[in-house]
């Protein structure tokens, strides 16, 4: 019995052939007042690439707002998408924040019908959104407002237009007004209305701009990423020979133990992680360095005289503050680049400073105690990674290393100014945000065969992985089963302090069921990785790594 009110308290209706219909044609004035909103938001976004293309891609309206919204987060939301996301954390807030848009943009297509004045407003207010986004990047300056004002003045124009459109095809009463008298009309509820000429007119004029957005949009789109391309450079760029090239690596630092992860990490599998919504592209022509502050002789030198310096290659092992126990931001490689003691002293460094201050081109600032870039280590300024020029998601073309820090006190990609300054004078982005100004590793080790709950057979079975204390060197690993005695594990062969180094421990007699395995190294000054577990924030995780396996 269709049309039949079951609402509680309320007096049966009579059957009322004509209700189907009028549920059909309000959800038609819906579908077509959102369709206004989406056409009219998809009209803002296209315009706001297109100038982009111009203005420079972090300008754009919706990547601003992104990069904004990174920088707002508030520290443990940030730790969540790291930990739940990744790598992928990124696509997962453009994500969100185009189905945002969408959602807003059917709201505001709902407005707009009924009061095309409230709905403009709306696109004014999303273009002031993306104006303000777009000038908190610290790489800002008066062109990056143009694409949110292209962005919000379209999309309002485009709006009352085709409001405009929508009120002549479909008047925009309220839902409930009575649909016309059913009396005269012969056809049956459920049958089609014909198409009236305004409403093919309307259909035609959003289909149209909706079109229309996506070409422009994907111009813009194709324009920005060949204004900005710098592959080809990248492919040009010659690395001089090192210098001082590293002594080859022994074999033996790898126990030849299948499962365990290579002793260097391959640069594709290298972890990322930055604040980089899209990756700056820097030009090498264009790039300089300035070195300034606390100095006596301020610097700027161009990509040219530093590949012009003496090159050095070092191992070392880079991790990250966030990675929590047992986690996968951390990876060895071979870096060459031009020595940044050197280039410090020739700059004259004044007394009293105490910290050292990268910057990027993304706007990122990242401090390092500066006692310890002098104190003999070999931190570097790299222009390669494993033989190849800088991968531009790890820097390209200039990025600090400095063994026995974080990389968020230590590793500034997209490096284009160092400033030497005091901790009392300057706090950088990290430390802003709650983080320990310091950043020294802290020891870590883990167990990477067997995998976690693996099924092992019973007998002798081979536990091994990796364990690191950048720049103070790993001195042993301990093993242990279901929480008994410590076994002492193998190392494998020591290729200095500021590399890890892999383990393995053969398990004697280990029976059927299922058991937990623990890991801890201490550290050459004898430290002993502490059990009690810490989040990475504020300082870096702590805490003994574990993993169950089911022996058969
Ligand atoms: N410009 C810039 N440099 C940066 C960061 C960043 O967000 N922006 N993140 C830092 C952090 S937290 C780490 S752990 C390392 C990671 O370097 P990778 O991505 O090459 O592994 O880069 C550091 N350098
Ligand atoms: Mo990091």
């Avoid at 189905?99 to 709905?119: C, M, N």
Wanted: aromatic share 6%; proline share 9%.
């Amino acid at each position: 019995m269709v049309g039949v009110s079951s609402e509680p308290g309320q007096a049966p209706a009579t059957p009322d052939a004509s209700r189907p219909r009028r549920l059909r044609a309000s959800a038609v004035r819906a579908a077509g007042a959102a369709a206004v909103g989406v056409a009219a938001a998809a009209s803002a976004i296209a315009l706001g690439e297109l100038v982009s293309a111009f203005t420079g891609p972090a300008g754009a309206p919706a990547l601003a707002v992104g990069s904004a919204a990174i920088d707002l987060t508030p520290t443990p939301l940030k730790e969540y998408a790291v930990r739940t996301f990744g790598t992928n954390d990124k696509p997962v807030l453009l994500g969100g924040i185009y189905l945002t848009l969408t959602a807003l943009a059917v709201l505001a297509g709902l407005i707009a019908v009924r009061r095309p004045r409230a709905g403009a407003a709306m696109f004014a207010v999303f273009g002031g959104v993306g104006a303000w986004a777009a000038m908190s990047r610290s790489t800002s300056g008066p062109a990056y407002l143009l694409p949110s004002l292209a962005a919000g003045l379209g999309g309002a124009a485009v709006l009352v237009l085709l409001a405009g459109r929508y009120r002549r095809a479909l008047p925009a009463g309220p839902p409930s007004a009575p649909a016309p008298a059913p009396a005269a009309d012969p056809a049956p509820a459920d049958a089609p209305e014909p198409v009236r000429p305004d409403r093919r007119q309307f259909l035609v004029a959003t289909g149209g701009t909706v079109a229309v957005a996506a070409a422009v949009g994907w111009a813009g789109r194709s324009l920005s990423q060949s204004r900005n391309d710098i592959s080809a450079a990248r492919r040009a760029v010659r690395i001089p020979p090192p210098a001082r090239p590293a002594t080859a690596l022994p074999a033996a630092v790898h126990p030849g133990i299948p499962g365990l992860s290579p002793f260097v990490t391959p640069n594709a599998d290298f972890y990322r992680v930055d604040t980089a919504l899209t990756l700056p592209k820097i030009d090498p022509d264009r790039w300089s360095l300035r070195v300034h502050g606390l100095v006596d002789r301020p610097l700027l030198i161009s990509f040219d005289e530093l590949l012009r310096l003496p090159l050095e290659e070092l191992d070392h092992t880079m991790s990250c503050v966030s990675n929590e126990v047992g986690g996968p931001y951390v990876g060895t490689t071979r870096w060459l680049g031009a020595a940044l003691p050197a280039l410090l002293r020739s700059a004259g460094v004044r007394a009293g400073a105490d910290q050292l201050v990268g910057r990027s081109q993304d706007g990122m600032s990242i401090g390092t105690p500066l006692e310890s870039v002098l104190d003999g280590r070999r931190a570097l300024l790299a222009v390669a990674m494993n033989g190849e020029t800088l991968p531009v998601a790890h820097g390209f073309p200039c990025r600090t290393v400095v063994p026995g820090f974080y990389g968020y006190t230590s590793a500034t990609k997209w490096l284009t100014e160092l400033e030497v300054t005091t901790f009392a004078r300057y706090d950088p982005y990290w430390v802003r945000r709650g983080w320990d100004r310091t950043g020294a590793v802290r020891t870590a080790s883990r167990i990477e065969v067997p995998a976690g709950f693996a099924r092992v057979p019973a007998g002798t079975v081979t536990v091994a992985g990796t364990a690191w204390a950048t720049h103070r060197g790993v001195a042993a690993v301990e093993v242990r089963v279901d929480d008994g005695p410590w076994a002492e594990a193998t190392l494998a062969a020591d290729a200095g302090p500021d590399l890890w180094r892999q383990w393995s421990w053969d398990w004697p007699g280990a029976r059927p069921g299922t058991h937990t395995l623990q890991v801890r190294a201490t550290d050459t000054t004898g430290a002993v990785q502490p059990e009690a577990r810490a989040a990475p924030f504020p300082s870096g995780s702590t805490g003994w790594h574990s993993t169950v396996v089911t022996v058969v």
